[in-house]
């Protein structure tokens, strides 16, 4: 795989959120950008930035990952939300939602860097993956 993903920098990605309820089972927390995981209208990028805009658990996993990397990363409620509740309760009414102090598990797909004066990144629906517009 590439290099490292290092912070502060962007990088293309497919995120999958999920939380870990109380009685220890992983449960989707509503958030995906995989079409395969559910997301509205197909594959869409999701650009990460490790340490900008994101909770410490992410910052500290990602930090391990490579470019061409997927990772399932488990974060303690500490390094994510905490105390504090993400959305609101689903009851069948779909949306984000991650309660209270639940430890949460990151899917994450990392495509590669996003270069801010690159000529970026989109999605080739004929595959249905990102891909950088130079390789065309």
């Not at 991650?98 to 994450?108: E, N, S």
């Amino acid at each position: 795989d590439g290099p490292f993903l290092v912070k502060g920098n962007t990088y293309a990605t497919f995120l999958t959120l999920y939380y870990v309820d109380e009685n220890g089972k992983k449960q989707w927390s509503g958030f995906t950008t995989r079409e395969d995981d559910g997301a509205p209208g197909g594959n869409t990028i999701f650009e990460l930035q490790p340490g900008v805009d994101t909770i410490e658990g992410v910052t500290i996993g990602s930090q391990r990952m490579r470019e061409g990397s997927r990772a399932n990363l488990h974060i303690p409620s500490a390094l994510a939300y905490g105390d504090k509740q993400i959305g609101n309760n689903r009851g069948g009414g779909g949306g984000l939602y991650v309660p209270a102090g639940a430890d949460i598990i990151f899917d994450i797909e990392v495509f590669g860097r996003v270069d801010p004066n690159g000529p970026g990144w989109f999605m080739d629906e004929d595959v249905g993956l990102p891909r950088k517009r130079e390789e065309l």
